[in-house]
Every structure is written in structure tokens, then in C-alpha cells.
Nanobody
Framework: QVQLVESGGGWVQIGGSLRLSCAVSGLTFSSYAVGWFRQAPEKEREFVQGINFDGTVRYNGRSARGRFSISRDDAKSTVYLQMTSLEPSDTAVYYC???????????????WGQGAQVTVSS
């Protein structure tokens, strides 16, 4: 059974930082790309950032450029999303997802986590 479990969400002040983790089990982690998506109330799911199977390629969504960074630790089967300079517009549920190839489209991702809430306010 494939599982993706996000952690590290919560409340943060404007301008603060958070690191989300996505722990993956039930598949050959080193063969999968992992992407982070987010969804705010009444908005479509948005691609944030993704990393390919061996960590050599990263895709950035518009919101992530210059502020977020993604990394993976194959020994721990975990992908991290480091977020800095957070703004209220970053408030959303953040999801990690796994796919056989890196892509910005959520339709490519077969496996999804349950999501982690991130709230940014003063």
C-alpha cells in the first residue's frame, strides 16, 4: 500500500519560514518524482515545486520562485519543501504527490498525500 504523509504544516507569521516533509512508503522511492501542490479555498490546485527521481531536475511553479526549495533524501524516502518569506497568499493545504515522471500537471501524479494546512498571517 502506497502512502504519502505530509508533516510540518501549521501557522506562521508573515515573512516566516516553514519546512514541509513528505514521507513516502510502499513504492520504490528512488524511481519516482515527487511534486508539491497547494490548494486554497475556492481555488484550483496549483503546482508549487517538484523534483525528479534522482534529484537532478527541479521544476518551479510561479509562486515558488526565489522563495521555496525542494530536496529529497532517498535514505529516508522523504521529500522536503523549504518555504521562506511566506505571505498570506501562501495560505493553503499543501499536498505531496508521486509520479513516474516529473510534471507540473496534477493529472500525472498517481499517488497523493492527505495534505497539510499552512496558514500565514500577522
Amino acid at each position: 500500500q502506497v502512502q504519502l504523509v505530509e508533516s510540518g504544516g501549521g501557522w506562521v507569521q508573515i515573512g516566516g519560514s516553514l519546512r514541509l516533509s513528505c514521507a513516502v512508503s510502499g513504492l520504490t522511492f528512488s524511481s519516482y518524482a515527487v511534486g508539491w501542490f497547494r490548494q486554497a479555498p475556492e481555488k484550483e490546485r496549483e503546482f508549487v515545486q517538484g523534483i525528479n527521481f534522482d534529484g537532478t531536475v527541479r521544476y518551479n511553479g510561479r509562486s515558488a520562485r526565489g522563495r521555496f526549495s525542494i530536496s529529497r533524501d532517498d535514505a529516508k524516502s522523504t521529500v522536503y519543501l523549504q518555504m521562506t518569506s511566506l505571505e498570506p497568499s501562501d495560505t493553503a493545504v499543501y499536498y505531496c504527490a508521486a509520479a513516474e515522471s516529473l510534471d507540473m500537471s496534477p493529472r500525472v501524479y498517481k499517488y497523493w498525500g492527505q495534505g497539510a494546512q499552512v496558514t500565514v498571517s500577522s
